[in-house]
T-cell receptor, first 113, second 109 residues
Framework: GAGVSQSPSNKVTEKGKDVELRCDPI?????LYWYRQSLGQGLEFLIY????????KSGLPSDRFSAERTGGSVSTLTIQRTQQEDSAVYLC???????????FGPGTRLLVL | KNEVEQSPQNLTAQEGEFITINCSYS?????LHWLQQHPGGGIVSLFM???GKKKHGRLIATINIQEKHSSLHITASHPRDSAVYIC???????????FGKGTLLTVNP
């Protein structure tokens, strides 16, 4: 079946602009996760959604970052007033249930000029 | 000090060699993940384990909860195994994954 998909695959934006990154999890997966991988850095947790529970936002680096998950499926990560340090690959993953094997999307490569 | 330490950072091997990548962590966990990332490629989950040992093809993962240590072994390594291998741990009520910095494996023919 279809895996996790993300769009766009690449995004170039100017400093100060807002961007929206989309994640389509595997159908039926109740948990959805967002991560960031900066150049030369490791993976960093941003936020996760588990079923209908309130999301754990503790990994978001600033209040410019927000995410929502509509209808328990598609998720959007929004970065407002982008900064150059936001440049990174943003990865989405989903799992059938919380704390189970995660399946990763191909990522969105964001470049802030 | 990082909560998750991997060693070595870089590893070069000849085809056919037995590979071991190590991961040590300092926090209590409920599970440990091994992930694979090919250059320019996506991330694939190889194993998720909370005790003992798991095997999939030429890959074996072990974990020692008491020693807070896990190893990933690759038998009969092949150039297609060349990738970054990442250890991640999850624990506590929120289960946020904390990642190691990865081990870059290069297998030469």
């Amino acid at each position: 079946g279809a895996g996790v998909s993300q769009s766009p695959s690449n995004k170039v934006t100017e400093k100060g602009k807002d961007v929206e990154l989309r994640c389509d999890p595997i159908s039926g997966h109740t948990a959805l996760y967002w991560y960031r991988q900066s150049l030369g850095q490791g993976l960093e947790f941003l936020i996760y959604f588990q079923g209908n529970s309130a999301p754990d936002k503790s990994g978001l680096p600033s209040d410019r970052f927000s995410a929502e998950r509509t209808g328990g499926s598609v998720s959007t990560l929004t970065i407002q007033r982008t900064q150059q340090e936001d440049s990174a690959v943003y990865l989405c993953a989903s799992s059938l249930r919380f704390r189970e094997t995660q399946y990763f999307g191909p990522g969105t490569r964001l470049l802030v000029l | 000090k990082n909560e998750v330490e991997q060693s070595p950072q870089n590893l070069t091997a000849q085809e056919g060699e037995f590979i071991t990548i190590n991961c040590s962590y300092s926090v209590g966990i409920s599970a440990l993940h091994w992930l694979q990332q090919h250059p320019g490629g996506g991330i694939v989950s190889l194993f998720m384990l909370s005790s003992g040992k798991k095997k999939h093809g030429r890959l074996i993962a072990t974990i020692n909860i008491q020693e807070k240590h896990s190893s990933l072994h690759i038998t009969a390594s092949h150039p297609r195994d060349s990738a970054v291998y990442i250890c991640a741990v999850g624990g506590g009520s929120n289960y946020k994954l904390t990642f190691g910095k990865g081990t870059l494996l290069t297998v030469n023919p």
